[in-house]
Every structure is written in structure tokens, then in C-alpha cells.
Antibody, heavy 121, light 108 residues
């Protein structure tokens, strides 16, 4: 059974940093691209960042470019999101999602339950 | 960036109804479109990929169609468990994905 378990969320002050993690199991992690998608309270889905199977291709939404960094450790079956210079508008539930391809060119066939990030003073 | 516009934004329907949700892309995306269902407090669930392919385990009352800029999700006969919010997503633009704004399907 595919499982994606996010962690690392919490309350953080504006301008500070936070690192999210996603532990994957139930599939061959290093065969697939992975993504972070967020959802602000009461709002829709926003793709944040994605990374190909070998970290060779990485992309970011314009809203986080230059502030967030995605990475993965295939030996640990883990995905990460380093979030710096956090803003109030980054407040959201952050989901880890598995791509259906290795190249980050497909739909998202499995999702975690999310970790909540709240940016507030 | 490619924009996706869903219509309607909300919809009231009854059990047994046939329902269609539309997603329009701001430029052609071939068949690189997916549909997701999200229930309150839950993660999104993939329903349709590549515009018209049914994800494994998804009931056959769900179907998708379209290519280029215009796409539809159809539920042939609404069931009580189908009341949720539906999102389209494009993956044609490499590592620059977008979602539609969502369509909330409510019980009439």
C-alpha cells in the first residue's frame, strides 16, 4: 500500500524558516517524481514544487521561487521542502504527492494527508 | 502560465442526476489533464488522467473527455458519496502545473 506521511509543519513567524518532510513507502520511491501541493484555508489547490526521480529536473511556482527549495533522498525514501522567508500567504496545508511518472510529466496518483503550516506573528 | 477555468464554480444536484463539469485551458494542452475529487478534511483523489483514462478503482459512472483547450468531467448518475469538490489540473507545461479553481458539488 502506498503511503505518504508529511511532517514538519507548525506555527512560525513571518521571515522565519521551516523544513517539511514526506516519508514514502509502498512503492519504489526512486522510480517516481514527487511534488508539493498546498491548500490555503478554504481555498483551492496550488502546485508548489516538483522534482524528478533523480533530482535532475526541479520546478517551482512563481509564488515560492527563490524562497523554497525541494529535495529528495532516495536512500531514505524521503522528500523535503525547505521554506525560507515565510510569509503570511504561505499559510496552508501542504500535501506531498506522487507523480505517475519518473520525469514529473504526469498526474498525481497518490497524496499524503498533509501538514499544516501557519505563518503568523 | 497556463490558466484553467472551471465552470460552474458550484452546482446543486440530486442523487441520480447526470452532472457535467467543464474545464477550459488558456492554451492547448493536448490531453495532459487530470481530474481530482476532494472531500472535506481529506486529500484529493485522482479520478481521471490523460483527459479520459479512468484511474484504477474509480467507479465507471465517472468519465472524462476533451483535448486541446476544452475538457469535461461527467458523472452519469450521482451517488451520495459523490458530493465533493472537483478540480482539474494540467500537466502539459513541464514542471509548471496549474489547477482549476474547483467546482463544489452540493446536494439539492
Amino acid at each position: 500500500e502506498v503511503q505518504l506521511v508529511e511532517s514538519g509543519g507548525g506555527l512560525v513567524q513571518p521571515g522565519r524558516s521551516l523544513r517539511l518532510s514526506c516519508a514514502a513507502s509502498g512503492f519504489t520511491f526512486d522510480d517516481y517524481a514527487m511534488h508539493w501541493v498546498r491548500q490555503a484555508p478554504g481555498k483551492g489547490l496550488e502546485w508548489v514544487s516538483g522534482i524528478s526521480w533523480n533530482s535532475g529536473s526541479i520546478g517551482y511556482a512563481d509564488s515560492v521561487k527563490g524562497r523554497f527549495t525541494i529535495s529528495r533522498d532516495n536512500a531514505k525514501n524521503s522528500l523535503y521542502l525547505q521554506m525560507n522567508s515565510l510569509r503570511a500567504e504561505d499559510t496552508a496545508l501542504y500535501y506531498c504527492a506522487k507523480d505517475s511518472t519518473g520525469a514529473a510529466a504526469g498526474s498525481f496518483d497518490y497524496w499524503g494527508q498533509g501538514t499544516l503550516v501557519t505563518v503568523s506573528s | 502560465a497556463i490558466q484553467l477555468t472551471q465552470s460552474p464554480s458550484s452546482l446543486s444536484a440530486s442523487v441520480g442526476d447526470r452532472v457535467t463539469i467543464t474545464c477550459r485551458a488558456s492554451q492547448g494542452i493536448s490531453s495532459a489533464l487530470a481530474w481530482y475529487q476532494q472531500k472535506p478534511g481529506k486529500a484529493p483523489k485522482l479520478l481521471i488522467y490523460d483527459a479520459s483514462s479512468l484511474e484504477s478503482g474509480v467507479p465507471s459512472r465517472f468519465s472524462g473527455s476533451g483535448s486541446g483547450t476544452d475538457f469535461t468531467l461527467t458523472i452519469s448518475s450521482l451517488q451520495p458519496e459523490d458530493f465533493a469538490t472537483y478540480y482539474c489540473q494540467q500537466f502539459n507545461s513541464y514542471l509548471s502545473y496549474t489547477f482549476g479553481q474547483g467546482t463544489k458539488l452540493e446536494i439539492k
